[in-house]
């Protein structure tokens, strides 16, 4: 077991909970180029865990200033963790899973991962999926944001056919250019239960991401 409590996957490429979770991060929230990718995310731990599974890979953190997704006007700081992993099982990936190359467009295909959607769609919210409580309406509100509208229609796929009932909007333009849409909000908060549920037992999670859905959870709860 590493210092991240996770330990390597046997073969990146076989479905299993840790490849499915990776592959999730690496559509959602990474690039892919010949021979190497690189994931990023706001939580230490989540970066540690992704590299472990991966089998070694190089961290780099940076402090960063990003624009909101629907309000280019609004910037915020933060720190990213940048982890690059190499080898030849990376270009295998590439065509395995249908990831994008560099600006070669993807096809996103993660038929293997049918029997781990659980665990592909918590990596996917936390790469690029946004969780909030909304005050105005006492619910928690979950959507998913990225600039590859053919990534979005992916995971709405995926949510459509996943055991949680997540009913989801129409596909939107961001302010920004990219794409987003949401769940609908009486099922959100079921939807964010289903897709932690487990997570306890394999360190399959980003903390400071599983917090904020808790805390959301418990303040729809107490609206």
Known sequence: MSDADIDPADDLLKSAPETAYLWGHVAGGGRVDSGQFTVVTSDETCANRLAAIAGGGEIDRRETEREYAHNTAVTRVKDEYHVMVEGDVVRSASAAFGLPVGDDAGGYRFDAFEDRRKQLLRGLLESCGTVCFKSSAGTVGISFVHDDRALLDTVDR?????????????????????????????????????????????????????????????EAENA
């Open 158 to 218: 995926l949510l459509d056919a996943c055991p949680a009932d997540a009913p989801t909007g129409p596909i939107q333009e961001t302010s920004s250019g990219g794409h987003w849409f949401g769940i609908d909000d009486d099922a959100a908060a079921g939807f964010g239960e289903w897709v932690y549920e487990g997570s306890d037992g394999t360190s399959l999670f980003a903390p400071t991401r599983r917090r904020k859905l808790v805390r959301s959870l418990e």
